[in-house]
């Protein structure tokens, strides 16, 4: 009577068990886990928190107060957004400045270099063209990485020369269009066009974070300890109330 009630209760766990099993296999293939297709992150085509690198370019006060394409506000919101996403994401992230050192200009904003890390040594320049200094050029390729995100002021300027020097160089420049500004919209433009026209890929700061997240199952989707609620958060304060502004 023992063994035949033994059995019983070991037939009833092991029916228990596949049925926690099965009802886990169909959850996770209705929520889609078990059809999503992983890639390399270091040899994707597509951007990743592994082959990308933000460079953030000459936003001073000199700068940005001129620029007149895009509302000051939103454009602020767009490179603090940007770099909130590199800092997500582990992104590494090369600031320069240009005329610091000569007493012609004032370093980065506070309000974007609050979200730099500490342990980003700014890199001033008396070049326009910011791979003419072999310091930020030499920052870059430490990294490893050959997809750049190029944000800057202005569009015309540094971020213009720099991009079509990248690109000479190999390197897969993205040009983030809303996270550049210029003195008139024409010039923004026609920046974008001769830096499209030489090989550059214009996106823009939500575009390229949400292609690096790639999917809900990223574990810096919704939480992260630098960032509050992870990119998801980013976005909820950065992107959807900006929606139709520019």
């Known amino acids: 009577m023992k063994q035949v009630k033994l059995i019983a209760v070991l037939v009833l766990l092991l029916t228990v068990t596949s049925m926690i099993f099965t009802y886990s296999a169909q959850s996770e293939n209705n929520n889609g886990n078990s059809n999503f297709i992983p890639k390399d992150p270091k040899t994707d085509n597509l951007l990743t928190s592994e082959n990308t690198v933000l460079l953030v370019i000459d936003w001073q006060d000199e700068m940005l107060g001129t620029v007149k394409n895009i509302d000051q506000a939103v454009l602020l919101n767009n490179i603090q957004a940007i770099i909130k996403t590199a800092n997500v994401f582990d992104i590494p992230v090369v600031e320069s400045t240009i005329g610091v050192d000569l007493g012609a200009n004032q370093p980065t904003v506070p309000a974007i270099k609050q979200f730099i890390a500490e342990d980003v040594e700014n890199i001033d320049r008396i070049s326009l063209n910011a791979w003419q200094n072999k310091a930020l050029i030499d920052r870059v390729k430490e990294t490893g990485r050959k997809k750049i995100l190029m944000t800057g002021l202005w569009t015309s300027g540094c971020p213009t020369y720099t991009t079509l020097d990248a690109l000479q160089d190999g390197y897969e420049v993205y040009v983030l269009t809303d996270v550049m500004g210029d003195a008139t919209t024409d010039a923004h433009n026609r920046a974008i066009d001769r830096m499209v026209q030489a090989g550059a890929i214009p996106f ?42 520019y």
Not at 220 to 241: C, L, N, R, S
């Open 204 to 245: 823009t700061w939500e575009g390229a974070g949400a292609e690096i997240l790639r999917a809900y199952t990223n574990p810096k989707a919704m939480q992260d300890e630098k960032v509050e609620g992870g990119f998801v958060g980013i976005m909820k304060e950065h992107f959807y109330p900006f929606a139709g502004k």
